[in-house]
């Protein structure tokens, strides 16, 4: 069989195949040895000097992401903030860059505080509209535009191929945070964009057991080689172990996206005809904002995030997430369990998340199970 034309289950299911040469393994060996040894003629040959810059831990966790998004090369980072942080440092102060008013959190944080302070001009705009983008590209002046779809909280869609249409046109990269989406719903570089952030914290490892970012490029070129000096020297580097664990998590993605996926269309539809909820936000629902571009841009499932608006406001919200049982009160997404939070109380303020939301990560857990579960709590909480 051409490897070239294997489907990407296969890929991940098998971690690309590879044998461990010494051993003929099937899983690969951890490698945690921090320096390597000088040849006698004073050279590196293997290529390998000190593993803050490099480590063989994360070769093939690295080719699987690459061959996932159909990127050149992939790199592994400390976290998903370290992996988008090192994609704005390898800018320069005064560079202008466009950014979702709608986005993770901490990174918009990031970008308002330390970004900001470090000299980089951040706009903050409505990403979800090209009219909206093509206003405010500077044509050789905006050096990066940041994507982010489905967009946290609300899971707002930004339609990727045209976002990157404008900014070919005027001389500025694309990056898109494809962490919700995942390389098994959608592939940015395929779309135009020049970079694809993961934060592998979430889905790519999915068992809520390590921390990890990853970045593709769609070329090797010069801005990559800042990003990957910018790892090499601000140290935003993964461990071994970590890089082991996110391959082995990999091997499952497919199942387990499929599955989120699935069940959080079921509950998004359960949960919208509901006399106890007020709106339901997922871009598979057919009145949800970017319905008709996620149905393009997204293949097999609309992801396995979504939220949910109570009635009853505030106080409501927080009592049904206080009388789940199988769901866990707790934030991040991606693992096999399924996960609820008040948004709002975590983002404070500023946040785009209405004070009734609760952001629902769905887990692989039967499906009737966590309606039934989500059902008695609002019941509960609105007698
Ligand atoms: C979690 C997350 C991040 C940050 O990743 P960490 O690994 O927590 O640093 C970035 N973007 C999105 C969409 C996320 O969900």
Redesign the pocket.
């Known amino acids: 069989m051409n490897p070239e034309q294997v489907k990407p289950e296969s890929i991940a299911a098998q971690a690309l195949g590879w044998i461990d040469d010494k051993t003929r393994a099937i899983t690969p060996p951890i490698h945690v040895s921090t320096t390597y040894l000088r040849d006698t003629d004073n050279q590196y040959r293997s290529g390998r000097v000190y593993a803050r810059a490099d480590n063989p831990a994360f070769d093939q966790a690295e080719a699987v992401i690459a061959r996932l998004e159909h990127g050149a090369q992939a790199a592994l980072f400390a976290?998903?903030?370290?992996?988008?942080t090192a994609v704005f440092q390898s800018l320069a102060p005064g560079d202008h860059v466009l950014a979702p008013k709608v986005?993770?959190w901490?990174?918009r944080n990031w970008l308002m505080n330390f970004a900001t302070a470090w000299g980089l001009n951040v706009e903050l705009i409505d990403m979800t509209d090209p009219l909206a983008v093509q206003a405010a590209i500077r044509p050789g002046k905006t050096r990066l535009v940041w994507v982010?779809t489905p967009?946290?909280p609300l899971w707002s869609i930004t339609d990727i191929a045209a976002t990157a249409a404008i900014c070919r046109g005027a001389g500025a990269r694309v990056a898109v945070?494809s962490?919700?989406a995942t390389p098994v719903l959608t592939q940015p570089l395929l779309l135009g964009a020049d970079i694809v952030?993961?934060?592998?914290?979430?889905y790519l490892n999915g068992h809520s057991d390590l921390?990890?970012?990853v970045l593709v490029t769609r070329a090797d070129d010069e801005s990559w080689r800042r990003i990957k000096t910018i790892r090499a020297q601000l140290g935003a580097t993964l461990g071994s172990f970590e890089a082991w664990l996110l391959l082995r998590g990999m091997r499952t993605l497919f199942l387990r996206v499929r599955a989120a996926s699935s069940s959080a269309q079921r509950v998004a539809d359960h949960f919208a005809r509901h006399a106890l909820v007020r709106e339901v936000l997922y871009p598979g629902l057919a009145q949800a904002q970017g319905h008709a571009i996620a149905a393009r841009q997204m293949h097999g499932g609309f992801g396995g995030m979504l939220s949910v608006c109570v009635r009853g406001g505030e106080a409501a919200a927080i009592a049904t997430a206080a009388n789940v049982a199988l769901w866990k009160r707790a934030t991040?997404?991606?693992g096999t369990e399924s996960l609820l939070e008040h948004r709002a109380s975590v983002e404070g303020a500023g946040t785009p998340a209405a004070p009734d939301l609760l952001r629902l990560s769905l887990g692989i857990e039967d499906c009737d199970d966590l309606i039934a579960d989500l059902d008695q709590a609002l019941h509960q909480a609105l007698r």
Not at 197 to 202: E, L, P, Q, V
């Open positions: 976290s998903g903030m370290a992996a988008a986005m993770y901490s990174l982010e967009a946290n945070d962490t919700v952030m993961h934060a592998a914290t979430k921390i990890a970012g991040s997404l991606g």
